[in-house]
């Protein structure tokens, strides 16, 4: 598929949805899928036809629109003289309505109405902060779009990102473009996007020995990581299901830009239905010509293979994850050489985690002027963010670098649910740390972060009201890298298992001021002295809530215990879908 029958597919399909005067969409995300969503739709396209309206309106299955804690979610989205409601009403809800908690045996009510006045008992406002206060760049078509249908995104401009660069751009212009856009890495370390990409390009492949596979014909590769671990975390996963060709489309022009022509998708393999849908983008992209061999008809050609991880927090470094899609334990090595030098085989190898690689089509069709305006002076663009824990308004989130957490946390997250006061939000999951409420006001971007003891991380979120118990907190946390070490290290593999009996230890009430000592050595030590960014961010928790919540330490110590404090774990693995375990923010 050329440029020109891009367009020409994009033109067809916006055409055949203006003939419908209203678009239902229902989020088939996890979340919501574990809550009958696709039984919901199967309800509302058997109304419709009942009711002889299947020919006036669609049903449209889309990605997670973001509201979780309100699932299942239908909007609907009706013409207004030929044109969609968006365009010229998007404050009147009779035209773009959003259902909350729907079932499915509320789609007759829903069809009724379509012509008429919303359900009021289902209705949730459009206009609210959690809406409005967002910048949405990485999830703009979650929750517009079919993700199992190629044309919905061509429909959106999908693709021509990719056709731009390979017909109108050397390869050196787009890493200059993606530069000068000021793009870090969102796996968290935030590493420069365009300096990591001209530096694989720059890589030699036969600089180091290689062992490539017989039938792998490329000597560089790219690989996105979806292997997301984090407690609590869930942005890759839900773009995954809810935007995969644009996935898809960030790994091609980076191969593009870096020279390579093989690209993998390493994901958990507890992410079935980002599986299911990564593997149908590719499949549709390939029958397009839009990945494969003369991409376009132009020269480039690019393949990619999905790899599924077994779950291990640790593979979420990036040589940890190389050593698996490899076919070997998931353990980390040292550095150098670096990935982007000597990775994958021996080849220099190009890893970004999926947020990075869903900004790359837009900054490519919009600019880098346009994505640098957005956020702070070093912290570009947007943000997703998984808010969860304490707080009304649970779900995914983008927002602007340089927000402040006061406006995530009260005006986007509604507050603090049930009556109690904010008392810390949790940022960077087990690499993190416990910000405490006398920062609220402070910006939201890594320097920031770096400086009050936490990290920005892959985009995990929880939020603690007054009840919670920091220690127990911290000790979670320590269990999770505890369980999670790969033992490669001895300050990992030995140094988290004493800090975990320590703060078991001064829980119980059975600990002396000694082992608080020890407990703050062990942390520096563990910290400075680690393999790779698992070890040397655990012990963060537990610095941060020594240095904000030291009082509850010191009178567990003492022998004294606060009454009525319930101890508040972030949400397990085992869990719901949206507290699912992710790995440590400690790739770009």
């Not at 751009?169 to 793009?183: A, F, H, K, N, W």
């Not at 239905?273 to 061999?293: D, E, H, N």
């Not at 970004?352 to 490519?364: C, G, H, K, Y």
Request: charged share 25%.
């Amino acid at each position: 598929m050329n440029l020109e029958e891009l367009n020409a597919t994009a033109t067809s399909e916006r055409l055949a949805r203006t003939k419908k005067r209203h678009h239902l969409y229902v989020c088939v995300g996890t979340a919501c899928q574990a809550l009958n969503s696709e039984q919901i739709a199967k309800a509302l396209q058997a109304e419709l036809k009942q009711r002889g309206q299947a020919a006036d309106a669609e049903v449209k299955c889309v990605g997670c629109p973001g509201l979780c804690s309100l699932g299942p979610l239908v909007e609907i989205e009706s013409q207004v003289n030929g044109q969609a409601a968006a365009a010229e009403a998007k404050d009147d809800r009779r035209r773009s309505i959003l259902y909350q908690f729907v079932k499915p045996e509320d789609a007759g009510e829903i069809v009724a109405h379509l012509d008429g006045e919303p359900v009021k008992r289902l209705e949730t406002p459009l206009d609210q902060p959690f809406f409005t206060r967002q910048t949405k760049i990485v999830l703009e078509h979650c929750g517009k779009i079919d993700p199992e249908r190629i044309e919905d995104y061509i429909a959106v401009g999908g693709y021509q990102a990719l056709l731009k660069v390979l017909t109108e751009m050397t390869p050196q212009q787009v890493i200059d473009e993606i530069t000068r856009s000021g793009l870090r890495g969102r796996g968290g370390a935030g590493f420069p996007t365009g300096l990591k990409w001209g530096t694989v390009a720059k890589s030699d492949p036969n600089a180091y020995p290689t062992h490539v596979p017989e039938g792998i014909q490329s000597r560089k590769f790219v690989i996105c990581n979806g292997d997301e671990g984090d407690p609590g975390a869930f942005m890759d996963r839900s773009v995954m299901e809810g935007d995969p060709h644009r996935i898809l489309e960030g790994m091609a022009i980076a191969a593009y830009a870096v020279g390579a022509n093989q690209g993998f998708i390493y994901v958990r393999a507890e992410y079935p239905l980002a599986v299911k849908r990564l593997r149908t983008a590719i499949r549709q992209a390939q029958r397009a010509g839009l990945l494969g061999s003369g991409i376009g008809g132009t020269a480039f050609s690019f393949n990619v293979d999905i790899r599924l991880g077994a779950g291990a927090f640790v593979c979420g470094e990036e040589t940890a994850l190389i050593a698996s899609i490899e076919g070997g334990r998931g353990v980390p090595r040292p550095r150098p050489p670096f990935p982007a030098e000597s990775g994958l085989w021996g080849c220099p190898t190009l890893i970004n985690n999926v947020e990075t690689l869903a900004n790359v089509p837009p900054i490519i069709m919009k600019g880098a002027d346009w994505f640098a305006g957005i956020g702070t002076e070093k912290s570009k663009g947007t943000k997703v963010f998984a808010l969860t824990g304490q707080v009304k308004n649970t779900g995914l989130i983008e927002v602007p670098m340089g927000i402040s957490l006061r406006e995530i946390v009260f005006d986007i997250g509604g507050g603090i649910s049930g009556g109690r006061q904010f008392k810390a939000v949790q940022t960077g999951g087990p690499s993190g740390g416990c910000i405490p409420a006398q920062f609220l006001d402070m910006p939201v971007d890594y320097e920031s972060l770096a400086k009050v003891g936490s990290i920005m991380g892959s985009g995990g979120m929880i939020v603690m009201d007054d009840s919670t118990d920091m220690v127990e907190v911290a000790r979670f946390f320590m269990e999770f890298c505890m369980d999670e070490s790969c033992g490669k290290c001895i300050p990992c593999r030995a140094g988290t298992v004493q800090m975990h009996r320590i703060l078991t230890r001064i829980q119980e009430g059975r600990a002396t001021r000694r082992d608080l000592h020890i407990l703050e050595e062990l942390c520096d030590m563990v910290k400075h002295t680690s393999l790779c960014g698992l070890g040397q961010s655990a012990p963060n928790p537990v610095i941060s809530t020594l240095r904000y919540f030291r009082e509850e330490y010191e009178r567990k110590v003492n022998g004294e215990q606060k009454p009525e404090v319930r101890i508040q774990k972030p949400e397990s693995r085992s869990q719901n879908p949206e507290a699912r375990s992710q790995r440590p923010a400690i790739s770009s």
